[in-house]
């Protein structure tokens, strides 16, 4: 099995190039900047560029809690009343489940459809809330492209985002979908949406850098001689220079990084998670192992300990639910930067990102105990 099961993504476009100065560290001297990242027209999936009927499950819900709602949401009597009118609304268990008119979508306020949209989010029936396209709020101005989608659609759109942590989000695509003539269009607006905020991450050395602490750091003891001679020969150059860390990664996570996973014929291999993501990071070759969640469990019992001091390239953090469940995982790097898939789906990147940010996103929907692992090797 080939160690690259990824296809380089769309050239990536800078929306901002100045880059930021990170802390001091064991990891060095870092500059970062973001990057957005696209998947090609190939990775869209047919079954997303297809408009779905408009559906709002509030499961638990009675009708005092939903009058609740929209009292929060601020909405006008007048859509209070569309939306307890019984052709549209009914009870189907526990659940009190909407079919909306397209007109009353298109026309809340932003504080109304972020305040409904956060609820919806809560249940996973709701798909284009629950897991909503996103992109980091600095990132925002260059979402939408006017090369790929028309001023007229912008437009429309635009309306639409809401915030939610650091992010905004876009929720409405059933609502865009129809208005767009051809499929060549409506692949086009969503490899838009699928655009991912990233970082770009620079090592910056010169000949005052300890660059055998740098080589300590970067290789974990057992890589180090791959990676000193490098950081050793862009320090010694008259001015220095910056590394791209995607070089001073080891092998899985260099091949992966910036990349999606490619549509293959066994579906598992298109699951590959942040799970299988974590436990793949210092691998030499992919183990598919880790697709299975008792594997995972394995691993992390067998393979490394719980760990609460100061952390370092390799550590792993997992997302802890009140239940128990382990609902993310990454791959801590340097500077409060992680490695991570943000989900198994084939339109995710690998990618580099804040740990804030992530921490901010997957709590949205409650509140999570953040662990960490070490491997027991190192």
């Not at 996103?134 to 429309?156: F, M, V």
């Not at 979908?177 to 970082?199: D, H, M, W, Y």
């Amino acid at each position: 099995m080939p160690a690259t099961p990824a296809a380089k993504s769309a050239g990536p476009a800078f929306p901002n190039e100045t880059a930021e100065t990170g802390h001091p560290g064991p990891w060095g001297r870092l500059e970062f900047s973001r990057i957005l990242i696209e998947p090609t027209e190939e990775f869209i999936q047919p079954m997303a560029t297809q408009p779905r009927p408009l559906r709002w499950v509030f499961r638990g819900y009675s009708e005092a809690t939903l009058e609740a709602l929209w009292q929060r949401a601020g909405l006008t009597e007048e859509q209070r009343k569309i939306l307890s009118t019984p052709t549209i609304r009914e009870q189907q268990g526990d659940a009190m489940v909407l079919q909306p008119p397209a007109d009353l979508v298109l026309g809340l306020s932003g504080p109304a459809r972020t305040a409904i949209y956060i609820a919806l989010a809560s249940f996973p029936e709701n798909g284009p809330q629950n897991d909503a396209y996103r992109i980091h709020a600095s990132a925002a101005g260059q979402w939408l492209d006017p090369d790929l989608i028309s001023p007229a659609i912008i437009s429309l759109v635009r309306p639409l985002l809401y915030p939610l942590g650091p992010n905004m989000m876009f929720s409405d695509a059933d609502l865009i979908l129809p208005r767009l003539a051809t499929q060549g269009e409506r692949v086009r607006f969503i490899k838009n949406l699928s655009r991912r905020s990233a970082l770009l991450v620079q090592l910056r050395v010169n000949a005052e850098s300890d660059t055998a602490a740098l080589a300590r750091y970067w290789g974990h003891g057992w890589r180090s001689k791959d990676v000193e001679p490098f950081i050793e020969s862009v320090a010694h150059r008259p001015q220095g220079g910056a590394i791209d860390i995607v070089h001073l990664l080891p092998p899985v996570a260099r091949a992966l990084l910036y990349t999606y996973p490619l549509p293959v014929e066994n579906p598992d291999l298109s699951a590959r998670d942040c799970h299988w993501t974590s436990l793949n990071f210092f691998k030499a070759t992919p183990d598919d192992g880790f697709l299975k969640p008792e594997r995972v469990q394995q691993a992390l019992k067998e393979d490394y300990f719980p760990y609460s001091g100061e952390l370092a390239l390799g550590d792993i953090a997992i997302l802890i639910t009140p239940e128990g469940e382990a609902i993310h995982s990454c791959v801590y790097v340097a500077d409060g930067i992680v490695f991570t898939k943000n989900g198994s789906s084939p339109s995710v990147p690998w990618m580099l990102t804040q740990m804030a940010d992530v921490v901010s996103f997957y709590s949205l929907k409650g509140p999570l105990e953040l662990r960490y692992y070490r491997r027991k090797i190192l």
